[in-house]
């Protein structure tokens, strides 16, 4: 009986499968390896693209920033300017607002009536006065409105005798109602009403 040792071949079997194992395994973790430096990568490249992306947003965030307070330092020099016109421009319509208005009354008072008073206060012009009859205030009146000084109101119109010639006249008051500006304050009302007190003078007129 023959007998055959089979023991060398399955130790050669066994290492061999052993080899084949982790010559798999070994594989394995080189892909793993190999697919985790590449996700690494990747991802890397993403991060570093989208902090390029967060940095340029930030610098140009800072750059709007820095023309939305130049704009609204414009914007702030701008209302000081329109604020000094305004001032100048109100300024200059009261030196002149008075000598104006005498004017256009004067210009527009027929020869038989004359003025004793002129009052212009909160946009009302109240001028009070005698005339030869009442065809003459009517006169005076169609004067004051051609001149375009505000709306014309007879208050008063009355027959009475004058005490100096004793003739009769007729007694008139007569309200100019003027525009006011659309953003106009009360304070511009108040500032105004105070320089017209320093600087206005009653119209006069006397009867020769």
């Given at each position: 009986m023959i007998r055959i040792n089979l023991l060398p071949v399955r130790a050669a079997k066994k290492k061999e499968s052993i080899r084949l194992q982790l010559t798999i395994a070994g594989l394995a973790t080189f892909f793993v390896a190999a697919v985790s430096i590449a996700v690494y990568i990747i991802a890397a490249a993403e991060a570093s693209g989208l902090q390029e992306?967060?940095?340029?947003?930030?610098?140009?965030?800072?750059?709007?920033?820095?023309?939305?307070?130049?704009?609204?330092?414009?914007?702030?020099?701008?209302?000081?300017?329109?604020e000094k016109l305004a001032i100048i421009n109100q300024?200059?319509?009261?030196?002149?607002?008075?000598?104006?208005?005498?004017?256009?009354?004067?210009?527009?008072?027929?020869?038989?009536?004359?003025?004793?008073?002129?009052?212009?206060?909160?946009?009302?012009?109240?001028?009070?006065?005698?005339?030869?009859?009442?065809?003459?205030v009517a006169e005076f009146m169609r004067g004051l409105e051609r001149a375009g000084i505000g709306k014309v109101e007879l208050e008063v119109a009355k027959r009475e005798t004058e005490k100096e010639s004793?003739?009769?006249?007729?007694?008139?008051?007569?309200?100019?109602?003027?525009?006011?500006?659309?953003?106009?304050t009360k304070a511009d009302v108040k500032g105004k009403d105070k320089g017209k007190a320093a600087g206005r003078k009653p119209a006069a007129r006397e009867k020769k």
């Open positions: 992306q967060i940095t340029s947003g930030n610098q140009e965030l800072n750059q709007l920033t820095k023309k939305i307070g130049e704009l609204s330092k414009i914007k702030e020099q701008k209302r000081i300017v329109e300024l200059e319509s009261d030196r002149t607002g008075p000598v104006r208005l005498l004017r256009n009354v004067s210009e527009a008072i027929p020869q038989r009536a004359w003025v004793k008073t002129l009052r212009d206060k909160d946009y009302q012009i109240s001028i009070e006065g005698y005339a030869s009859d009442d065809e003459v004793g003739s009769e006249v007729v007694s008139f008051v007569i309200r100019l109602e003027k525009e006011k500006p659309a953003r106009e």
